[in-house]
């Protein structure tokens, strides 16, 4: 891997204004692949104009035009599925093989865009009137890093889907990925202006896209602090802002849940990617009648876990930065300093590890929902085992939370299972499984933010209503 020295802008590669640029730095190794540019505020108003001209013309695109284009772009993007893995993997760490998933995710979500597409009813008459569904305008779009290709994938499409025109602000610590999905954009034929990437820091690029008067709206994927930062900037202007943010997903397992399912999705769930998943279940809710067993089987299962090169066949493999690094380990502090018991894991680093910004997979139990390891979103590897003696003290306890992104429920009977799904409060539950559904409606209750994103929903977030009347 490289320099990536060079924003896209009205559908070419051009140096940015200023010749700012940071370190690259590969998790795994510590050590800097290259060099990024880091475009700025003169930088991100050529990209608006530009996307602002394409406007004019994108949006008279017809739908099967748009169909076409968004075919043309899985086709490219499935070519291209070993580059973004690689990718991935270099910029965050990633093992490969999860990267490539994410990124066969991301090519299949095109895929299922054009076919919603091709359906969706942008007209419909009522009555004495006519409801027409536009594109919204200028959208900017900012991603984090912690799965690149598919948050690039499901902002960017979505809003190209909508006849909307688009600058995208990728997560700093995601460049390869970054270069890698504008150059399927541009491969794919993406009409010049509609698509167009201004890599650079959150603080200067991310802060003049949403502050800038010709953008008219905002898709915002990270933290909530940031959230709320994006929300405030954006509200001079009026604009729409869409927000994907934190969590501190609950994962009820009922008295009557399947061992082996439980453990696998606890484990799934929370050591994957190292744990920086915003929809991760990290506070474990385990019934009291079957606390020793669970407790045994979790810690167990994670103890296991192969961490280590994520070239090769681990696991987990480092968490994505020195920063993410200290995080993890502060938190992990804190898990044992307010008493919780530590089960698996701990605080430095794996075995045998001599580089790279590798955490060790680790649980606690006794852990109750006031310690900071229950309230805050951690990010790393880190899962809370929490005690409950009844399933409405399982439930009050999932939903005393400021977050609501994402609950999980394993049980036994299918009944009891939808009861609870249907009291927590969180915009997706999953049932007896962690895999999502990248075409069902994913968002957050509470101050996991605003809005929803994928298939329909996704659509229609771009989207104006207009009444035509007579
Ligand atoms: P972050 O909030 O630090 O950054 C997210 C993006 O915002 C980056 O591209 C960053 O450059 C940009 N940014 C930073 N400051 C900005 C500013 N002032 N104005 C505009 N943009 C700015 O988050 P992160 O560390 O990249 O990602 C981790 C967080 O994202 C976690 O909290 C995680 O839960 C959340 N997340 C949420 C979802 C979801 O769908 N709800 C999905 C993935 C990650």
Redesign the pocket.
Known sequence: MTDVLRLYIDGAWTEPVEGRTADIVNPATGETTGQLALGNEADVDRAVEAAKRAFVSYSQLSVAERVELLEAIAAEYERRLDDMAAAVTADVGTPLFLARLSAEAAAGSVRELAEILGKYPFEERRGDYTVRKEPIGVCGL??????PAL?MTEKVVPALAAGCTTVL?????APYSAQVFAEILHAAGVPQGAFNMVVG???VA??A??KHPDVDMIS????????I??QK?AADTVKRVTQ????KSAHIILPDADIETAVSMAVQGVISNSG????APTRTLIPSSRKDELVGAIAAAVQAVVVGDPLTQVFMGPVASERQWHTVQRYIQAGIDEGATLVAGGPGQPEGVKSGWFARPTVFADVTNDMTIARE?I?GPVMSLITYDTVDEAVDIANDSPYG?TAYVTGSDPEQVRDVAARVRAGQVLLNRVQPDLTAP???YKQ??NGR?WGVAGLEENLEVKAVVG
């Open positions: 900012i991603p984090p890093w912690n799965y948050q602000k990728p997560a700093e610590i820091k959150g603080s991310g802060s896209l949403t915002f994927t990270g933290s909530t602090a940031v959230g930062q994006v900037d994907e943010l934190g969590g920086q998943t915003c929809t979103e990010f992104l994913f968002g957050g996991s933010g994103i």
